[in-house]
């Protein structure tokens, strides 16, 4: 009616616009290519073939960079968690007269002791390798122990900034297992490897059975003094 206003839809209020048909059509595209990028990219993530096979090609290298890992000497007290390091373990003395020798294997008939390939008979042992300009660090352990329930070998790396928890793994039936790293710390700035046998509870300092270490001075900070397993710090 003449005088009347419509109070439904205000004079001031702008027209009601619509989006293109095409730009909806171009948001849905982007869409659809960042899911498929993101499950790209999380497939690559776990991809563990192709992960060992780049740990493969670093410890195949020629120009790889590699650090032996030490075995740390057995706790001296079943009530310490790190035990105080003692002197480098010395070589096994030879036998008594008469004495057998250390059995090596089961007697083959008609010939030489055939190698036992039991897990850590031998004792543990491992090494850190990287190589030049990349960014993926691998520790490749031999020798380990079985693990019952939740344990796992633990590899802890340290550089400038502290300790950082790489990884845990469990070993296979040959006693070998590896972790690979391709996070903080860089390879180029660590100069400390502990590897221990514990649950992992996600925490970044070293903790549980200590089994092999390695610690170079040359690569640390002045001030920087090895991990003391007496204390745990």
Not at 55 to 67: E, I, K, N, R
Not at 102 to 129: C, D, F, I, K, Y
Not at 131 to 148: A, I, K, M, Q
């Amino acid at each position: 009616m003449p005088g009347q206003t419509d109070l439904t839809t205000p004079a001031h209020a702008p027209a009601r616009t619509r989006r293109p048909a095409g730009a909806r059509l171009a948001a849905a595209v982007l869409l659809v290519v960042a899911v498929v990028w993101l499950g790209f990219r999380a497939v690559r993530a776990f991809d563990t073939d192709r992960h060992a096979a780049a740990a493969a090609a670093v410890l195949a290298a020629p120009d790889a960079v590699t650090y032996q890992l030490l075995p740390v000497p057995a706790q001296p007290s079943p009530t310490q968690a790190f035990p105080a390091q003692p002197s480098p373990a010395q070589p096994s003395p030879p036998p008594e007269a008469g004495g057998a020798p250390e059995r090596e294997g089961n007697p083959q008939p008609g010939g030489a002791p055939g190698p036992v390939h039991t897990p850590g008979a031998a004792g543990p042992s491992g090494q850190l390798a990287y190589r030049p300009g990349t960014w993926l660090s691998v520790v490749d352990l031999r020798g380990l122990d079985p693990v019952v329930g939740h344990e796992r070998y633990l590899v802890f790396l340290r550089n400038w900034a502290g300790w950082t928890l790489a990884g845990a793994a469990r070993p296979g039936p040959d006693g070998t297992a590896q972790v690979r790293s391709a996070a903080e710390p860089r390879p180029p700035t660590i100069y400390e490897v502990v590897v221990t046998r514990a649950v992992d509870d996600a925490t970044s300092i070293p903790h549980g059975q200590p089994v092999l270490h390695w610690f170079d001075a040359s690569l640390a900070p002045p001030k920087a003094r090895q991990f003391d397993f007496a204390r745990g710090a």
